[in-house]
């Protein structure tokens, strides 16, 4: 038993010799040492909040659009197409009435209103 337990230690011992001469360890271990040298990093909040921000964004999103797909689910929608839509559209509001009574004041086309001086 003894011995099998000599020869394997031997085995491992002259591999991780090879591979140190050879520099694929040193590149391994490399990577780590530069991942655990962000750690001792200062913590940028800025970009950390930014991070979570988006990430907050994109979990919301992923709930709308998997109702969306629920409820398209529930409808049985004739076609994937009409699928699609809906799901494409999870996450757009309605638009009120007073959005769309503040936009109809809007004038377009000054150059044509100024001749009947509507605008």
Not at 24 to 32: A, D, P, V
Not at 59 to 69: H, I
Request: aromatic share 6%.
């Amino acid at each position: 038993m003894e011995t099998v337990i000599t020869r394997l230690l031997s085995f491992i011992l002259t591999v991780i010799a090879t591979r140190e001469q050879s520099g694929e360890l040193t590149k391994r271990f490399g990577k780590y040492t530069a991942d655990m040298s962000k750690l001792r990093m200062a913590i940028n909040y800025k970009s950390l909040e930014s991070e979570l921000e988006e990430t907050v964004k994109a979990d919301e999103l992923y709930k709308l659009r998997n109702d969306a797909k629920l409820r398209a689910m529930e409808q049985n929608v004739p076609t994937y197409e009409h699928f699609r839509q809906i799901v494409n559209a999870a996450h757009l509001k309605p638009v009120e009435r007073r959005d769309a009574e503040s936009k109809a004041k809007t004038c377009w086309n000054h150059a044509a209103n100024a001749e009947s001086r509507r605008c």
